[in-house]
């Protein structure tokens, strides 16, 4: 009987915790609808913020935990004077579709990328990568050379980190499947107010920009997909940029690297500086009170780093 009845409850507790990730996705949806366009790459869309004249090309590729709102609170509007700025949510994340895929989760992003830059008509782009981002913006710049012009990378990773940290306990156990698909549907219940939280930290030493939660409709994350969608990127990172990392030498474009000393969420040392040293057209642009959000902080600088690369002859 006790059998019976502590069945019935977590049978229970699991169709309330379903009901509720519906409801909180449909108000997710409501609060922070897509704001962009969509485009179809290879049968899956991608959702699209667009911005500035028919100038240089720019493709801004946001991090984990993400989508491409991130950039419209400081960066993008530095850069939509002087250039033509697409700025695409990753597979999986804001509201675009995403591909399945059991491995080579980098190269199927950067693919879907570059199918945008064919679909769009635009020629080889400055791609601008934070954090997740810049491993990304890397692969692109690795597997469709003849797409980048340049690469301004922002706090981003690049090496597998070893023993050095690792991804939160919360995506080992959301991306597998069956198991995962369970466990996101509670991501609604404690996800916002662990995230809203965690902003500080994110942001140190800089202060967190007021409404950013809303503003860069963080609240999407905790829809299901988008958190299992997620957790496979951050799973897979380590072992993809292990393999990634031994193709950097093969980098013939200029590369711009923003990182900040007081970063707490990836140390410098392992990314950016290991970077440095191992491709052979890296600018190091050290910020010595900067963290992990340097297109915040740093917006104007960045902007002026992407005209360069812009303005530089190929």
Known sequence: MLTLLISVLLAGGAVGACVHSSIYTARAKDNHPPVGETVEVDGHRLHVLTAGPDG??????????ANAREFTLNLMPQLSDRFRVLAPDRPGHGYSERP?????????????????LDVSETG?????????????????ALDHPDKVRGLVLLAPVTHDWGDNGGTAWYNDIAAPPIVGHAFA????????GAARSGMA???????VPENYYDEAAIGLL???????????DMVALRRELAAQETRYEELDMPVIVFSGAKDTVLKPQLHARRLEKQATNVELVKL???GHMPHHEHAAQIADAVAQLASARN
């Open 56 to 65: 240089p090309p720019v493709l801004m590729i946001h991090g984990a935990s």
């Open 100 to 116: 399945e895929t059991e491995g080579a989760i980098l190269a199927m992003q950067a693919r879907q990328l570059a199918g945008l």
């Open 124 to 140: 080889p782009v400055i791609v601008v990568g934070h954090s997740y981002g810049g491993a990304v913006a890397l692969r692109l």
């Open 185 to 192: 549907q509670l991501a609604p219940l404690a996800g916002p």
């Open 201 to 207: 930290s994110v942001f140190h030493p800089a202060p």
């Open 222 to 232: 905790f829809r299901p997909a988008a958190f299992r969608a997620n957790a496979r």
């Open 288 to 290: 010595p009170d900067g």
